[in-house]
């Protein structure tokens, strides 16, 4: 490709090897250049100034400088936060949203390893939700101690989820039914089951469309209760949940790439053939990563509910998509994923104040478009090169 | 007599690939009116100098000139500008238009409406003017093979190449077809083409080039030779740097007791038609049993079925005492049984693993590698490292993904894998297939070596020359079924030969 007025070209080769920095060069510069359309959007959106559109957004994403520093130092005197410093209260909140982002993200990421597109994570966190909130309200007495009452709400939700993935792993494995159909369709199935028992049905309190308020075990412990001795700790929801995430982080590390599943998986996902001809049972791996996987995205959605404390018509849709664009972002790696959750939790937090509403979904489109862009971007090797007194004819026929 | 004027010349040409230097200062030049072939092992630089020509990489220091005159070649549109045509090994042709809409493909003239018509009686005045004749109007699909090539060799004509660069176009042709080819390529010269003849195979230097110049590592180290007046022996000495052994030297076999018996398999193939029929056979400890046969006359059915990819239909297999039919049997047969598979990248290996984790595919969950849930990552490092080392497989480290490897190194760590087990038997299905000399001796060594150690062998190979000097039996397979057997010593190429086209001869 000529560079018109200079006398440079750029030429275009594929790369042969793929240098680990590719991935997060990919990533970084994926982000940022979504960042950089996503400005284009906002101004046209009518933001004066995009720059400081990003600032406010970090900002209620994750607090300044200044912000962190007082609340250290009130950390260090045992005060409150001092008035109009926001101290922690960001990063409380982006915590929040990271941890059920963090849980579907992994959902996505083990399946994606074995090329299982399992998009479905959405609906099995809907399932999820629902099982965790049956046992919350309707099961155990509401005396239950705390941490059993979690347990067996955390329980409940793997194994819905791990049910409801079993069902297209099933087909899959079995009858070789496309799971990117099943799984999508089997989100709508969530969404309406929750419908069904909270806004027309038998879980809601009288017209609330809400199981109303869990009993108090049912809920996570939050930072804020321990407001009357630490006084910082006032207004700051973070709880558990995101250790939950890293804790389910590092197990689904270990087990690609310590475990012998794990070694099946990534044999599977990148050659079935090869795997068939080392006796790996693809069908039995097929039918177990999708159980994993529905197990984590109802882990999330039991997450979710015992922070909101509540399951109403209104319980958010997305987490499991958001999940897909956290898995590619973090290039399938479980680890990363902690990290890249946090960020998009973050913007999440973040754009909440922004009109108009759907500017984080966008960023969030943008991001996932540019990232793949990108990767297959740098799969070329691209140089700049001089041009020199050479004739560059066109390819004629023999006419 | 004054020799005819150089058609291009290419000097020290420098191309460096992640590791590997490809082209090591390398001239190579082409007269008008010859046929150049370029001798060389896999990985030796071959295709890389060519697709340099071709316009396709760019070298990092040397010169081309064409009729005398210094050229850049940037793009394949800038090499075929200065009439230098490429046919790959991989065709690049559109299966669903027809002949002459790929003739046009690519081309910027015409710019808005395009004459098809035009075109096609181009095409076919082309093709009566060098007798490669192809219906213009035919879909690509539609046609042969070799039919294909010839399009592609018309596409570089209808596009003014003077010189034609031909990727081992034999690797994809029955040997009427080779015949074929070379009689246009003879014909192209006599009209003043230049066709460079990337090969690796010596026959088929002896047979067409004029001259030779052979490349090794990178470097050439032989330019220009005359190819009359060349023994194929010096030819393969230049190519491997050592002396070949045409006939290998082994020991008479000791066959010992019954490894693999067959009662009257049957088996289907992928479209539910019968595959195999009736074959019964058996494989004695410390014996290379060959089977010979023309391509799809069950041979990969019959490698599925002993190896428990596929089911037979009806009949009995026994490894030693034990009946394979059971998936409680196959698992107790294990690592005994060893398998090369026909397609390594394919079936063999996982290309994004390393090589360290390839060597481990067929008992990564057994110990020392694994325990009940892990993989122990250190043994598995010092079982490549030991492997890398015991069978000479070239590779930057254990952990380099094994899709970066050239076919010969991917297929020793395959065999490193299959055979450091102590295999009982080994199924090798066309294990040198598409490798160079070196690499297909080292491979023929390791299967003579792994019989002198006991293993009994089933040998699949096209390759007759492979089979007569490996087997210690032939048996030849046609529509299914075993028509014959033979011992080498008793036998004459003829005589397999009209087996495998289905004259069934007294053994």
């Known amino acids: 490709m000529k560079l018109n007025g200079t006398n440079y070209r750029l030429r275009v080769e594929a790369r042969l090897d793929n240098p680990r920095w590719i991935g997060l060069a990919s990533s970084v510069i994926g982000v940022l250049l979504a960042l950089f359309v996503g400005g284009f959007v906002l101004k046209a959106a009518g933001a004066q100034d995009p720059v400081a559109t990003y600032k406010v957004i970090f900002k209620e994403g994750f607090g300044t400088f200044a912000d962190w520093q007082a609340g250290v130092n009130a950390l260090a005197t045992n005060t409150s936060c001092p008035k109009g410093k926001l101290c922690f209260g960001p990063l409380s909140d982006t915590l929040v949203k990271a941890s059920p982002i963090l849980l579907t993200t992994l959902a996505c990421i083990i399946a994606f390893r074995m090329r299982l597109w399992n998009i479905g994570a959405d609906g099995q966190m809907f399932l999820g939700a629902w099982a965790a909130t049956g046992v919350a309200v309707f099961l155990l007495p509401k005396t239950t101690d705390r941490w059993i009452m979690l347990t067996a709400m955390g329980l409940a939700g793997t194994l819905a989820g791990v049910a409801y993935g079993f069902i297209p792993g099933f087909l899959k494995a079995r009858l070789n039914i496309s799971e990117i159909i099943t799984t999508l369709m089997l989100n709508y199935v969530g969404y309406k089951w929750i419908e069904y028992f909270v806004v027309v049905g038998p879980w809601s309190i009288g017209d609330f469309e809400s199981t109303g308020r869990f009993p108090a075990p049912a809920t996570w412990p939050r930072l804020t209760e321990n407001a009357e001795k630490y006084p910082i700790t006032a207004g700051l929801t973070v709880h558990p949940g995101i250790f939950l995430g890293i804790a389910a982080a590092l197990l689904i590390a270990w087990i690609l790439y310590r475990s012998r599943w794990g070694y099946e998986i990534r044999v599977i996902g990148n050659n079935p053939n090869a795997a068939r001809y080392a006796g790996i049972s693809l069908a039995r791996n097929i039918i177990l990563v999708m159980c994993l996987s529905g197990g984590l995205a109802g882990l999330a959605g039991m997450n979710e509910v015992a922070a909101l404390r509540e399951l109403n018509g209104r319980f958010s849709r997305g987490y499991g998509f958001t999940g897909v664009i956290v898995a590619w972002l973090a290039r399938l790696n479980p680890l990363a994923a902690i990290l890249v959750a946090i960020l998009f939790g973050g913007l999440l937090v973040g754009t909440k104040l922004i009109q108009p509403q759907g500017i984080a979904s966008m960023l969030q489109g943008v991001i996932l478009f540019v990232v793949v862009g990108t990767e297959l971007l740098f799969h070329y090797r691209i140089q700049l090169e001089k041009v020199e007194a050479v004739m560059v004819q066109k390819a004629e026929g023999v006419s | ?507």
């Open chain 2, 1 to 507: 007599m004054e020799s005819p004027p150089n058609a291009f010349e290419m000097r020290s040409i420098v191309k460096r690939f992640p590791g590997v230097l490809a082209n090591d200062h390398v001239d190579f030049s082409c007269q008008v009116g010859e046929v150049h072939a370029l001798l060389g092992e896999n990985g030796a630089g071959k295709s890389t100098l060519m697709n340099v020509l071709a316009g396709l990489y760019k070298s990092e220091a040397g010169e081309i000139y064409i009729n005398g005159e210094r050229v850049h070649l940037n793009s394949p549109q800038d090499a075929i500008a200065h009439g230098i045509g490429m046919v790959h090994q991989h065709f690049m042709l559109v299966p669903s238009h027809t002949v002459a809409e790929n003739m046009v493909l690519g081309l910027n003239t015409p710019r808005f409406f395009l004459n098809l018509t035009h075109v096609e009686e181009q095409v076919k005045a082309l093709g009566e003017q060098y007798g490669l004749s192809v219906n213009p109007r035919a879909r690509i699909w539609e046609l042969s093979v070799g039919e294909q090539q010839r399009v592609e060799v018309l596409k570089m004509l209808f596009r003014g190449a003077k010189v034609l660069i031909m990727d081992e176009p034999t690797a994809v042709l029955t040997p009427q077809e080779v015949e074929i080819l070379f009689q246009t390529l003879r014909d192209m010269t006599k009209r003043g083409h230049s066709i460079v003849f990337i090969s690796h195979k010596l026959d088929e230097v002896a047979a067409i080039a004029d001259r030779v110049t052979v490349l090794r590592r990178g470097v050439v180290t032989a330019a220009g030779e005359p190819a009359k007046g060349t023994t194929k022996a010096q030819l393969a000495k230049l190519m491997v740097g050592r002396d070949i052994l045409f006939l290998i030297d082994k020991k008479k076999a000791q066959p010992g007791e019954v490894v693999l018996a067959m009662d009257k398999l049957c088996a289907e193939n992928d479209r539910g038609l019968p595959a195999l029929r009736d074959v019964s056979l058996q494989v004695y400890a410390g014996e290379i049993l060959g089977i010979a046969g023309v391509a799809g006359n069950g041979q990969r059915e019959l490698a599925e079925v002993l190896t428990g990819l596929r089911k037979p239909t009806s009949g009995r297999m026994m490894f030693g005492a034990i009946p394979l039919d059971s998936h409680t049997n196959w698992m107790e047969v294990g690592q005994q049984l060893a398998h090369i598979p026909e397609d390594r990248a394919a079936v063999g290996s996982v290309p994004a693993l390393g090589v360290a984790e390839n060597l481990i595919l067929k008992r990564y969950n057994r110990p020392p590698i694994s325990t009940r849930w892990s993989i122990n990552y250190s043994a598995v490092h010092e079982n490549g490292v030991r492997l890398v080392e015991q069978y000479k497989i070239a590779t930057p480290s254990v952990d380099t993904p094994v899709r970066m490897l050239s076919g010969g190194n991917l297929q020793k760590v395959i065999l490193a894998r299959e055979t450091s087990g102590q295999p009982k038997l080994m199924i090798a299905v066309h294990p040198t297939r598409g490798l160079d000399v070196g690499a297909i001796e080292g491979i023929h060594r390791l299967l003579i070596e792994l019989r002198d150690q006991g293993a009994a062998i089933l040998l699949i190979s096209e390759e007759l020359d492979e089979l007569f000097s490996l087997a210690d039996r032939i048996a030849v397979m046609y529509e299914g079924q075993i028509v014959g057997e033979k011992s080498p010593e008793h036998a004459n190429l003829h005589e397999v030969g009209l087996m495998m086209a289905g004259t069934k001869v007294d053994s």
